[in-house]
């Protein structure tokens, strides 16, 4: 009883106002705390000046001439620099690439039909200037796969997933084809947009672009 008692005493004056004292030094630094993360994580989603719902990537001379090296049976890699900007990290240039490959609007929609119709349509041509450029990241976990010269496919290391010449998911665990990416030629200058899809589903779910 005693014990229960002396939790109930208030206490003396002096130690009243020193615990009052503690109470809101202490919220007055969470308070402090809270302002220093929430100024640049709000900062971050604010959207740039310069920033804009397509980023657009232009290839140099060089990886135009690379591009166009690639044929119907004989992909080429073509590495860019993905410009990227938020308010948070500020301007940077992360260099990727792209898997390019010659072939026709024909070629592409007999071979990859839900491409180009039904709910999995790209809102975006499949093939520009004769190519098609896909995503390196395998649809299956988000892997960089590679192009096997004597198989004629493309072959993820990870969990075997194989895929033809135009795409198309012949093997393995993962639920789409490769992902073609936007290109174009825009006032003389060949662009690719670097685009992030969700891996492992059938749908092409987007979660970044740029």
Not at 16 to 39: D, Y
Not at 59 to 78: I, R
Request: proline letters at 9%.
């Amino acid at each position: 009883m005693a014990h229960a008692e002396a939790y109930k005493d208030p206490g003396t004056p002096q130690e009243q106002s020193r615990r009052t004292f503690m109470a809101q030094a202490t919220i007055a630094l969470g308070g402090v705390i809270g302002i220093s993360l929430a100024i640049p994580l709000v900062t971050s989603m604010i959207p740039s000046a310069d920033a804009s719902n397509e980023q657009w990537s232009p290839l140099t001379p060089d990886e135009v001439a690379m591009l166009k090296k690639a044929t119907a049976n004989t992909p080429v890699k073509v590495t860019f620099d993905v410009h990227e900007t938020n308010g948070y990290f500020g301007a940077a240039d992360s260099e990727q690439f792209v898997w390019a490959v010659r072939a026709s609007d024909a070629e592409m929609e007999k071979a990859r039909p839900e491409l180009y119709n039904g709910p999995d349509k790209l809102p975006y041509p499949v093939v520009n200037m004769g190519f098609t450029v896909f995503s390196p990241l395998c649809p299956h976990l988000g892997c960089r796969y590679s192009y096997n010269e004597a198989q004629k496919k493309f072959l993820c290391p990870c969990h075997g997933s194989e895929y033809n010449v135009l795409g198309v998911h012949e093997a393995g665990p993962a639920l789409r084809g490769l992902d073609p990416l936007p290109l174009r030629d825009y006032q003389g200058k060949v662009q690719v947009s670097w685009i992030l899809y969700q891996a492992n589903t059938p749908a092409h779910v987007v979660i970044q672009v740029g």
